[in-house]
């Protein structure tokens, strides 16, 4: 990138960063309130908790009802820094407090299912809650099926940590503790999509800075199921630079992707058919849509739910909308800033369509960033538009960290990504 663009860049980023996404939407605060209109969203992280605050602020008169089963929401994003002892659990856990002081009913139950036709949510304790729009923010769900020898019951001895709640983060941060000096770390990672395309990469990173300092002759290696990733140049300028000597990477032309795993020894097996035993082990399996989408009959084929891309409604299904990781809404990552701009979208949809007004189109953007290393941070931005009713991204309106940067610069990226977790979870959950 020329200079002047990187100067450019960085100041867009320093105004996501402390400035709200609504305003850097393009969607003004509020529309004129629907009477008695009632929305019911089934899914509180945060896509749901988007979707539920955006309303409250675009549509005061509409009823909001969030159901989630968990009163407690461990964020994805900043989750490595837990792994790597560089945060505290605490830091990335959130509550749904917020959203009940914007006037959003909170309901913590266990949701049974949704029923798209009568669009409602169904709890475990037999209660029925309906609206007349149903959004459902059901997140992903692994594929048991695709490595042999993964599944439910082996998370508590080998973690996949996606990000899985407290259990499992506590559990892959407790491991590398008990490693051995000179042990070695593996992470499989899958091939797309999945969520937060750069997480294993940041979660390799930030291990590694934990190894370089606790444990300096242990490795971290990963097995990429991909021959490419998310931010490569990026993330290799600073392996090469912080970590040379601690991480190794090797893609499917190695035939790197995860097939089998033993539980007991920790050994992956590999598509070439390696062997990689692990003192720490973290396997990130294959994802889908979350099982309240697919027992719907919302998922296509591939195990992801098509959307109409200016609302998030699903086609065929009246009335109903699903938004975040489990949507087609390519080329959009599945990731917090993704789900937090799709909620809205969806939100002020629903919200103009309530009080008697047209869809208006708008952008949409995502912002992500990495941390390298507690002080190096790395990012990347993109904006799109509707082209029909697909997603779009807009050429040379998005960028990335310059490669060529300076420490000063990495050192100032990492303060943008706190600042940027702090507004986007303000910006969710209120």
């Given at each position: ?228 990733f998310s931010k490569e140049p990026l993330f290799r300028i600073g392996w090469d630079t912080r970590y040379p000597d601690h991480v190794r990477w090797h893609g499917r032309r190695e035939g790197a992707a995860a097939v089998a795993v033993d539980v007991a020894s920790k050994t992956v097996t590999t598509a070439g058919g390696d ?156």
């Amino acid at each position: 990138m020329k200079p002047a663009t990187n100067n450019r860049r960085r100041s867009v980023l320093r105004g996501l960063a402390g400035a709200s996404v609504l305003a850097a939407a393009g969607l003004p605060p509020f529309a004129t309130a629907a009477s008695k209109a009632k929305v019911v969203i089934a899914g509180g992280g945060f896509a749901g908790a988007s979707c539920a605050l955006a309303l409250r602020r675009f549509a005061p008169g509409i009823d909001v009802t969030l159901v989630d089963r968990q009163p407690t929401f461990v964020t994805g994003p900043f989750c490595n820094t837990v792994v790597s002892g560089v945060n505290p659990l605490s830091r990335i856990t959130q509550t749904h407090d917020g959203l009940i002081a914007a006037g959003v009913h909170m309901i913590h139950a266990e949701i049974d299912g949704v029923d798209p036709a009568a669009r409602s949510v169904h709890l475990a304790d037999g209660r029925r809650i309906g609206g007349d729009r149903l959004v459902v923010a059901p997140g992903i769900d692994f594929d048991w099926h695709a490595i042999d020898g993964y599944g439910p019951d082996a998370v508590t001895r080998v973690p996949h940590a996606w990000p899985g709640g407290a259990e499992q983060l506590t559990l892959l941060r407790e491991q590398l503790h008990g490693m051995p000096s000179d042990g070695r770390v593996v992470i499989t990672v899958p091939d797309n999509p999945y969520r937060c395309p750069p997480g294993p990469y940041e979660r390799a990173s930030l291990i590694a800075w934990f190894l370089k300092q606790h444990k300096p002759k242990a490795t971290v290696t990963l097995l990429d199921a991909k021959d490419h990733f998310s931010k490569e140049p990026l993330f290799r300028i600073g392996w090469d630079t912080r970590y040379p000597d601690h991480v190794r990477w090797h893609g499917r032309r190695e035939g790197a992707a995860a097939v089998a795993v033993d539980v007991a020894s920790k050994t992956v097996t590999t598509a070439g058919g390696d062997e990689f035993t692990a003192d720490a082990l973290n396997v990130i399996p294959p994802q889908r849509a979350g099982r309240l989408a697919l027992d719907a009959g919302l998922t296509d084929g591939a195990g992801w739910v098509p959307v109409a891309a200016h609302d998030f409604s699903v086609p065929g299904h009246a009335g109903v909308h699903v938004i975040g990781d489990a949507t087609h809404a390519e080329p959009m990552p599945k990731s917090g800033y993704a789900a937090n701009m799709q909620a809205k979208i969806c939100a002020f949809a629903i919200a103009r369509e309530l009080t008697g007004r047209t869809a208006a189109e708008t952008k949409m953007i995502n912002a992500c960033y990495s941390l390298v290393a507690p002080d190096y941070g790395i990012s990347v931005t993109e904006v799109y538009a509707l082209n029909g009713d697909s997603i779009a991204a807009v050429q040379n309106a998005g960028g990335i960290s310059a490669l060529a940067a300076d420490e000063t610069t990495r050192e100032a990226e990492s303060e943008y990504a706190r600042s940027w977790y702090r507004n986007i979870v303000h910006d969710s959950f209120g």
